[in-house]
């Protein structure tokens, strides 16, 4: 049953908690300002202190959105593992990553500091694709886990083999662990001559990280961005590892994904960075993200060139969009533009009634009644 606190419920209303707390005495009931109360005694209250109360079911707008039946065994195709490379500033995690596409992105940065979450994906030498994310330290991936965001299904580790484990390693190791996803560790810079490897395997084992060599599970390998020593060892224990883990997907459904970053580009508009993590996104499709919706203008895969469309665990940067989506919101794709328009503001209107409560301001005369 839907439930509020008493005082998110005095917030709304923009009324003391005390005079709630009172009225509910009134009627036999002792509460404290964070006890929960159900919303119909919430809709007594509210009423009797004269507002009008107008009640949402979440599920009445956004029912349907993303279909919950399950998929079919034979509509389950093998899909690229989404590995995300975490590791400590400048332990080489874009240079590993362009080592492996053989690029430059690395120049291209202001200051070799990564400015943004790349997405690309590569070929395995068994040919096999697999989907990597950058990123440019953990905040991004902090707030898309915070708010449910689940993107990666293995995270490399790259440590520097001559600097060793440091605050965004022990970082790393604890979102990997939240997230639940295998970790895979990849000492870099093996090429320097002050490179110590054994030191970086022995200071994890206090992070409870202990590699094969050592006895233990998790998978390790020793390579070099600039030399190139050891890269495709790397992308043989991923494709393994992926295929322990039978990573499949549905692609003949409507497309759904996560929004991994998003811009406003002068040029282009609402630029969303999506992974697409089931079904296929088409060029034409209305989507939402958040709070946003669109048309989709243009689907841009990694190597910047247009698409029709894009599969499970692919990136694209999506355009089209009426607004900037936030990173970690999801993307669905919607039937039509007035479903669309339904949904967003909804979702608009919940945000800013969320803000209005939090700064005292609620609207007086309408008390929605949420969960
Ligand atoms: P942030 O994105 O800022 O957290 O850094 P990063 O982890 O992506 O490191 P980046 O790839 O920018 O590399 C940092 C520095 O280390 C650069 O100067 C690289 O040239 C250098 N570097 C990276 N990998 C290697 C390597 O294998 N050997 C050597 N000798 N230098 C490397
Ligand atoms: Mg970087």
Redesign the pocket.
């Given at each position: 049953p839907e439930t509020i606190t008493i005082q998110e419920l005095a917030n709304r209303m923009s009324e003391r908690a005390v005079d709630v707390i009172r009225l509910l005495m009134k009627q036999g009931q002792i509460h404290k300002i964070t006890d929960v109360i159900d919303s119909d005694s919430a809709q007594l209250i509210a009423e009797e202190l004269g507002h009008t109360v107008r009640r949402v079911a979440e599920s009445d707008v956004e029912e349907g959105l993303v279909s919950d039946e399950p998929d079919l065994e034979e509509d389950l195709d093998p899909r690229p593992p989404v590995v995300t490379i975490m590791?400590?500033?400048?332990?080489?995690?874009?240079?590993?990553l362009?080592a492996i596409r053989k690029t430059t992105v690395?120049s291209g940065?202001a200051g070799?500091?990564?400015q943004h979450i790349g997405a690309y994906q590569v070929a395995a030498p068994s040919g096999d694709m697999v989907t990597f994310i950058?990123t440019?330290?953990h905040a991004a991936f902090t707030s898309m886990r915070a708010r449910g965001a689940k993107v990666t299904d293995i995270v490399v580790l790259?440590v520097?083999a001559d600097d060793g484990v440091m605050p965004q390693t022990v970082e790393a190791i604890s979102h990997a662990k939240a997230a639940g996803v295998p970790l895979i560790l990849a000492i870099?810079?093996?090429?320097?001559p002050e490179a110590n490897p054994q030191r970086v395997r022995t200071e994890l084992l206090q992070h409870d990280i202990q590699v094969e060599s050592m006895g233990g599970e998790t998978l390790e390998f020793e390579?070099?961005?600039?030399?190139g020593d050891g890269l495709s060892d790397l992308l043989e224990g991923l494709q393994l590892q992926a295929e322990i883990m039978n990573l499949r997907a549905n692609e003949q459904r409507d497309g759904e994904g996560t929004v991994i970053e998003a811009k406003l580009d002068r040029g282009r508009g609402p630029v969303a960075t999506v992974l697409v993590q089931r079904g296929t996104l088409f060029t034409g499709d209305i989507v939402v993200a958040g709070a946003e919706w669109g048309r989709v203008r243009a689907l841009i895969d990694d190597k910047g060139e247009n698409v029709p469309y894009a599969g499970p665990s692919v990136p694209v940067e999506v355009l089209g969009f009426n607004g900037t989506p936030d990173a970690g919101d999801r993307v669905v794709v919607v039937p039509n533009e007035a479903r669309a328009r339904e949904v967003t503001e909804y979702r608009a209107r919940q945000k800013r009634e969320r803000i209005a409560a939090r700064t005292g301001g609620a609207n007086r005369s309408l008390v929605d009644m949420m969960r």
């Amino acid at each position: 049953p839907e439930t509020i606190t008493i005082q998110e419920l005095a917030n709304r209303m923009s009324e003391r908690a005390v005079d709630v707390i009172r009225l509910l005495m009134k009627q036999g009931q002792i509460h404290k300002i964070t006890d929960v109360i159900d919303s119909d005694s919430a809709q007594l209250i509210a009423e009797e202190l004269g507002h009008t109360v107008r009640r949402v079911a979440e599920s009445d707008v956004e029912e349907g959105l993303v279909s919950d039946e399950p998929d079919l065994e034979e509509d389950l195709d093998p899909r690229p593992p989404v590995v995300t490379i975490m590791g400590h500033v400048d332990h080489g995690k874009t240079s590993l990553l362009d080592a492996i596409r053989k690029t430059t992105v690395v120049s291209g940065e202001a200051g070799g500091i990564t400015q943004h979450i790349g997405a690309y994906q590569v070929a395995a030498p068994s040919g096999d694709m697999v989907t990597f994310i950058d990123t440019p330290g953990h905040a991004a991936f902090t707030s898309m886990r915070a708010r449910g965001a689940k993107v990666t299904d293995i995270v490399v580790l790259v440590v520097a083999a001559d600097d060793g484990v440091m605050p965004q390693t022990v970082e790393a190791i604890s979102h990997a662990k939240a997230a639940g996803v295998p970790l895979i560790l990849a000492i870099n810079k093996i090429d320097k001559p002050e490179a110590n490897p054994q030191r970086v395997r022995t200071e994890l084992l206090q992070h409870d990280i202990q590699v094969e060599s050592m006895g233990g599970e998790t998978l390790e390998f020793e390579v070099s961005a600039k030399t190139g020593d050891g890269l495709s060892d790397l992308l043989e224990g991923l494709q393994l590892q992926a295929e322990i883990m039978n990573l499949r997907a549905n692609e003949q459904r409507d497309g759904e994904g996560t929004v991994i970053e998003a811009k406003l580009d002068r040029g282009r508009g609402p630029v969303a960075t999506v992974l697409v993590q089931r079904g296929t996104l088409f060029t034409g499709d209305i989507v939402v993200a958040g709070a946003e919706w669109g048309r989709v203008r243009a689907l841009i895969d990694d190597k910047g060139e247009n698409v029709p469309y894009a599969g499970p665990s692919v990136p694209v940067e999506v355009l089209g969009f009426n607004g900037t989506p936030d990173a970690g919101d999801r993307v669905v794709v919607v039937p039509n533009e007035a479903r669309a328009r339904e949904v967003t503001e909804y979702r608009a209107r919940q945000k800013r009634e969320r803000i209005a409560a939090r700064t005292g301001g609620a609207n007086r005369s309408l008390v929605d009644m949420m969960r």
